[in-house]
């Protein structure tokens, strides 16, 4: 059973910087793409960030290129998300999510319980 | 960017009906269009994807069809743990930029 395990939210101030982690298991880590996906209080699903693989390819949003870095450790089984320069608009839930194959095109077939971040003074 | 709308934003049902939810993309996404349903406090779950296969596991009152810039999903019979919220996603885009559309909710009527 695919298990995704995200830690490292919490309050940060604005300007400040987080990093979040997500514990992967159940599957071959090394074989698949990974996302982080986020949602603000109330709102939608926003896309953030994909690493392929092996992790030499990444990919943002616009709303976080040049202050986030995703990054992954395959031999720990673990994804991270470096956010730094945080904003008030930042503040969501930032969940971790398996993408289906390691080749695009490819969607999100499971998804971690989320770790929220509240970025405010 | 490609932008996915859902409609409607609110769709009240009564057990046992069918519900009939749309998304449209604003660019042709082929079939590369997955459905994600979301219940208060958790994570959301996978549908479909492909536009119209079925996660596994997921019960057959559960149908997605479309392709290019028009999709359904279709709940057969809605049964009282299918009130949720649904969302739309392309993943057709490359490099990937997923977009999702803004979600509909389904509430008991």
């Known amino acids: 059973e695919v298990q995704l395990l995200e830690s490292g939210g919490g309050l940060e101030q604005p300007g400040g910087s987080l990093r979040l982690s997500c514990a992967a298991s159940?599957?071959?880590?090394?074989?698949?793409?990974m996302s982080w996906v986020r949602q603000a209080p109330g709102r939608g699903l926003e896309w953030v960030s994909t690493?392929?693989?092996?992790?030499?390819?990444?990919y943002y949003a616009d709303s976080v290129k040049g202050r986030f870095t995703i990054s992954r450790d395959n031999s720990k089984n673990t994804l991270y998300l470096q956010m730094n320069s945080l904003r008030a608009e930042d503040t969501a839930v930032y969940y971790c999510?398996?993408?289906?194959?390691?080749?695009?095109?490819?969607?999100?077939?499971?998804w971690g319980q989320g770790t929220l971040v509240t970025v405010s003074s | 960017e490609i932008v996915m709308t859902q409609s409607p934003a609110t769709l009240s049902v009564s057990p046992g009906e069918r519900a009939t939810l749309s998304c449209r993309a604003s660019?042709?996404?082929?079939?590369?269009l997955a459905w994600y349903q979301q219940k208060p406090g958790q994570a959301p779950r996978l549908l479909i994807y492909?536009?119209?296969t079925r996660a596994a596991g997921l019960p057959a009152r559960f149908s997605g069809s479309g392709s290019g810039t028009e999709f359904t999903l279709t709940i057969s019979s809605l049964q009282s743990e299918d009130f949720a919220v649904y969302y739309c996603?392309?993943?057709?885009?490359?490099?990937?930029?997923?977009?999702f559309g803004q979600g509909t909710k389904v509430e008991i009527k």
């Open positions: 999510a398996k993408c289906s194959s390691t080749s695009s095109p490819y969607y999100s077939d499971s």
């Open positions: 159940g599957f071959t880590f090394g074989n698949y793409a």
């Open positions: 690493i392929s693989a092996i992790g030499g390819a990444t």
């Open positions: 660019q042709s996404v082929s079939s590369n």
């Open positions: 492909g536009a119209s």
């Open positions: 996603q392309q993943y057709n885009s490359w490099p990937p930029k997923w977009t």
